[in-house]
């Protein structure tokens, strides 16, 4: 937990944060529909998926780029006095983790932590801010690619000897 957290880390992850199960449910609610907008507006370049962290190794919810998996942003609900097993669980506070996929001299392409943090449900709003700063710089980089492919470069009405070119050739 960064020092930022204000929240009582408790013991199996989540934090005590003095919310009725009511009030941490809306914020539950509130994140999804957070994450879910923000896939909406990156669409083109990011998308959002619940997944099943023990499974996947990721999170509840997690954003990926559209194409290729080589980052990913993902948050894993964090509980307190119950575990994911539980269907009466409530989240109590959330744990994300910025991850990329990083060549090993042995050839394999294991998730790394870039950046990671625990929020407490309070601040599900910071949780979203950088869940948009992550989609934005995915969305951004996936612009600049698409900016540098090949398209033919034409002239209306005039054909080039050696057929069509583009800016990188």
């Known amino acids: 937990m ?19 199960e009511e009030e941490l449910v809306q914020r539950s609610t509130a994140l999804v529909s957070g994450l879910e907008a923000i896939a909406q507006r990156y669409q083109e370049h990011v998308v959002f998926a619940w997944e099943d962290p023990v499974t996947f190794g990721g999170g509840h919810f997690v954003l990926y780029p559209e194409s290729g998996s080589m980052s990913r942003f993902a948050i894993e609900e964090q509980y307190t006095g119950t575990d994911w097993s539980d269907d009466d669980r409530v989240a109590t506070s959330w744990r994300w983790d910025s991850q ?56 209306a009405g005039r054909e080039r000897p050696g057929g069509q070119r583009t800016l990188l050739t």
């Open 2 to 20: 960064s020092p930022q957290d204000s929240e009582l880390s408790v013991g199996g992850g989540g934090v005590l944060s003095g919310r009725s």
């Open 100 to 155: 990329a996929r990083v060549r090993q001299p042995d050839g394999d392409y294991p998730w790394v932590s870039l950046a990671h943090g625990e929020v407490a449900p309070d601040d599900y709003q910071r949780l979203l801010d950088l869940a948009e700063e992550w989609a934005k710089t995915t969305h951004d980089r996936a612009e600049r690619e698409q900016s540098l492919t090949a398209d033919p470069i034409t002239t």
